[in-house]
């Protein structure tokens, strides 16, 4: 047998001096090859300092931390994210389980079982505690058609391949829940056995805190909404880099995120000073997917501005933002045929350059407003270009983009009914509007490891050279993303979240994205 254990921890000093001899106990002439996982889940009481000793002393042991405390599901995804070994033992670090019956469970587990559960024989840590796990199971049950004993016990031995296939969201303790569940809804053979309980002897449970309890509603909600919506399981995404041909700078910093880093796809600004730079870096790189970033601020139209006077101001450019485009449009001022001719221009450009154009974005999100969509989406279809961008912002950003974020929030809800209803391909979901050039890279690998399933774009803005700044004179840390971009974390939380990384293209090839057929229920023994 070749197994990982793994033990969440989070202020757990007093119980950690017999983690290890009782992990021994418990592998000795049963386990051959086995590593013991530690996750400091952001201790304060010496846990971290306490454990990377052991890791230095014992080559079995592996340390890992999280700088603050993100709650148990959070230290027990890490744990198992991190296994190596065919099997993988979850158990919580106090030691619930008996080190006699531990060994027992192990050695029952048969070869046609992919996840063996324990189930509590005895009482909780008081009635209160009982009588909230009874309500929880029933809860369960009642709502996902989940029928085991006990959701909630911490002794969990999976395989490999099975965890492979499972992604986790829940940071907190809907964690043990949604590995059952994801695992049912994958067909799991699940085998439950009987373990005594042993109530911890040392540090304080916060399980049935209220604010844990809060938090434990709440990820199952969202979870409940994710599996209705489909969003659950396998997760593709798109990582598409914005302002290609704006200057040369931004290409040199596209091109780099796509050779060396996470980038699959790139948006070409046909107004963009350095157009022709980039269409020849498109060509050279044919793997990199290409999209027309459709523009009406902050640049000259492709059209002469003597056919488009509604859209510019007297030099010739359009309007420096969005608030001075959208002034105009809603007072009526731009001219629906000059917006539809320039728009077509800007297409036409791109494709003149021999580019394979999949999918329609635009500028600071314009394409979006009510008037420019229907433009945008017959463009589309005449163009032969099947997928478009649906942006749209988080629920909470800086205070900065409060006012663009509720406009966008607000033409999202007006376009996701005529975008869905068009035929092409939309995306799922999307991130990158809050964070639009400020990606650092640990923002940017928690947003990898915490992306639902279903195809999500994610959007990006890689520049590189000390004279971009100069060049474009915007609030946006351009070489801050091109690192986060190439960085070996964010790649490393790619392949931990089991993200599948794609294209517009891809996506448009495998034809429509039919949501899979329920797989065969669970069986359990």
Same mark, same amino acid.
């Given at each position: 047998?070749?197994?990982?254990?793994?033990?969440?921890?989070?202020?757990?000093? *007093?119980?950690?001096?017999?983690?290890?001899?009782?992990?021994?106990?418990?592998?000795? @002439?049963?386990?051959?090859?086995?590593?013991?996982?530690?996750?400091?889940?952001?201790?304060?009481?010496?846990?971290?300092?306490?454990?990377?000793?052991?890791?230095?002393?014992?080559?079995?042991?592996?340390?890992?931390?999280?700088?603050?405390?993100?709650?148990?599901?959070?230290?027990?995804?890490?744990?198992?994210?991190?296994?190596?070994?065919?099997?993988?033992?979850?158990?919580?670090?106090?030691?619930?389980? @008996?080190?006699?019956?531990?060994?027992?469970?192990?050695?029952?587990?048969?070869?046609?079982?992919?996840?063996?559960?324990?189930?509590?024989?005895?009482?909780?840590?008081?009635?209160?505690?009982?009588?909230?796990?009874?309500?929880?199971? #029933?809860?369960?049950?009642?709502?996902?058609?989940?029928?085991?004993?006990?959701?909630?016990?911490?002794?969990?031995?999976?395989?490999?391949?099975?965890?492979?296939?499972?992604?986790?969201?829940?940071?907190?303790?809907?964690?043990?829940?949604?590995?059952?569940?994801?695992?049912?809804?994958?067909?799991?053979?699940?085998?439950?056995?009987?373990?005594?309980?042993?109530?911890?002897?040392?540090? !304080?449970?916060?399980?049935?805190?209220?604010?844990?309890?809060?938090?434990?509603?709440?990820?199952?909600?969202?979870?409940?909404?994710?599996? =209705?919506?489909?969003?659950?399981?396998?997760?593709?995404?798109?990582?598409?880099?914005?302002?290609?041909?704006?200057?040369?700078?931004?290409?040199?910093?596209?091109?780099?995120?796509? *050779?060396?880093?996470?980038?699959?796809?790139?948006?070409?600004?046909?107004?963009?000073?350095?157009?022709?730079?980039?269409?020849?870096?498109?060509?050279?790189?044919?793997?990199?997917?290409?999209?027309?970033? $459709?523009?009406?601020?902050?640049?000259?139209? !492709?059209?002469?501005?003597?056919?488009?006077?509604?859209?510019?101001?007297?030099?010739?450019?359009?309007?420096?933002?969005?608030?001075?485009? $959208?002034?105009?449009?809603?007072?009526?001022?731009?001219?629906?045929?000059?917006?539809?001719?320039?728009?077509?221009? #800007?297409?036409?450009?791109?494709?003149?350059?021999?580019?394979?154009?999949?999918?329609?974005?635009?500028?600071?999100?314009?394409?979006?407003?009510?008037?420019?969509?229907?433009?945008?989406?017959?463009?589309?279809?005449?163009?032969?270009?099947?997928?478009?961008?649906?942006?749209?912002?988080?629920?909470?950003?800086?205070?900065?983009?409060?006012?663009?974020?509720?406009?966008?929030?607000?033409?999202?809800?007006?376009?996701?009914?005529?975008?869905?209803?068009?035929? $092409?391909? !939309?995306?799922?979901?999307? =991130?990158?509007?809050?964070?639009?050039?400020?990606?650092?890279?640990?923002?940017?690998?928690?947003?990898?490891?915490?992306?639902?399933?279903?195809?999500?774009?994610?959007?990006?803005?890689?520049?590189?050279?000390?004279?971009?700044? =100069?060049?474009?004179?915007?609030?946006?840390?351009? #070489? #801050?993303?091109?690192?986060?971009? +190439?960085?070996?974390?964010?790649?490393?939380?790619?392949?931990?979240?089991?993200?599948?990384?794609? +294209?517009?293209?891809?996506?448009?090839?495998?034809?429509?994205?039919? =949501?899979?057929?329920?797989?065969?229920?669970?069986?359990?023994?």
């Amino acid at each position: 047998m070749s197994l990982s254990f793994v033990y969440p921890i989070h202020n757990e000093m *007093a119980n950690l001096p017999r983690l290890l001899p009782e992990t021994r106990r418990i592998a000795e @002439g049963l386990v051959t090859d086995y590593e013991v996982l530690l996750v400091d889940d952001g201790s304060t009481d010496g846990s971290g300092p306490y454990i990377d000793r052991l890791a230095a002393e014992h080559p079995e042991v592996r340390a890992l931390h999280h700088r603050r405390n993100r709650g148990l599901g959070a230290a027990i995804t890490t744990g198992l994210r991190h296994a190596t070994k065919p099997l993988v033992l979850y158990m919580d670090s106090d030691f619930p389980v @008996g080190v006699a019956e531990a060994r027992a469970a192990l050695a029952a587990m048969p070869l046609e079982v992919d996840l063996l559960i324990g189930y509590r024989i005895g009482r909780a840590e008081g009635l209160r505690r009982e009588l909230m796990s009874w309500t929880y199971n #029933q809860i369960i049950r009642r709502t996902f058609g989940l029928h085991v004993r006990d959701v909630n016990f911490a002794f969990k031995l999976i395989r490999r391949p099975l965890l492979e296939r499972i992604r986790l969201r829940s940071e907190g303790s809907f964690i043990d829940a949604e590995l059952l569940l994801e695992a049912q809804r994958l067909g799991a053979r699940i085998m439950e056995v009987g373990l005594h309980y042993h109530p911890r002897v040392a540090g !304080v449970s916060t399980a049935a805190s209220a604010r844990v309890v809060l938090r434990l509603l709440g990820e199952m909600r969202a979870y409940r909404l994710r599996r =209705r919506a489909g969003r659950v399981g396998p997760a593709r995404l798109i990582i598409n880099a914005d302002d290609f041909g704006l200057c040369r700078g931004v290409n040199q910093g596209v091109i780099e995120s796509f *050779a060396r880093g996470v980038v699959t796809s790139a948006s070409i600004l046909p107004t963009g000073a350095a157009f022709e730079e980039a269409a020849a870096l498109a060509r050279a790189h044919p793997r990199l997917d290409i999209g027309v970033h $459709l523009a009406l601020t902050q640049t000259r139209p !492709v059209l002469s501005p003597a056919e488009v006077p509604s859209l510019v101001d007297r030099s010739g450019r359009f309007p420096a933002d969005w608030r001075g485009f $959208l002034a105009r449009w809603l007072r009526g001022a731009v001219r629906r045929s000059e917006l539809r001719a320039e728009l077509r221009a #800007q297409v036409a450009r791109a494709q003149a350059a021999g580019l394979e154009i999949s999918h329609l974005d635009s500028h600071q999100h314009l394409h979006l407003l009510p008037g420019v969509l229907p433009v945008v989406l017959r463009l589309a279809k005449e163009s032969g270009i099947g997928a478009v961008r649906l942006p749209g912002p988080a629920a909470s950003g800086p205070p900065r983009r409060w006012a663009e974020g509720a406009a966008l929030a607000f033409a999202r809800r007006q376009a996701r009914g005529a975008l869905r209803r068009s035929g $092409l391909l !939309v995306p799922d979901d999307f =991130r990158g509007f809050h964070e639009a050039g400020c990606w650092r890279t640990e923002d940017l690998a928690r947003a990898v490891l915490a992306l639902d399933g279903g195809v999500t774009e994610l959007c990006c803005h890689p520049g590189a050279g000390d004279g971009i700044e =100069r060049e474009v004179p915007w609030p946006y840390q351009w #070489q #801050q993303e091109l690192a986060a971009l +190439t960085s070996a974390e964010v790649a490393e939380a790619v392949r931990q979240a089991g993200v599948e990384l794609t +294209t517009y293209r891809e996506c448009l090839r495998a034809g429509p994205a039919a =949501r899979p057929a329920p797989p065969a229920a669970a069986s359990f023994t």
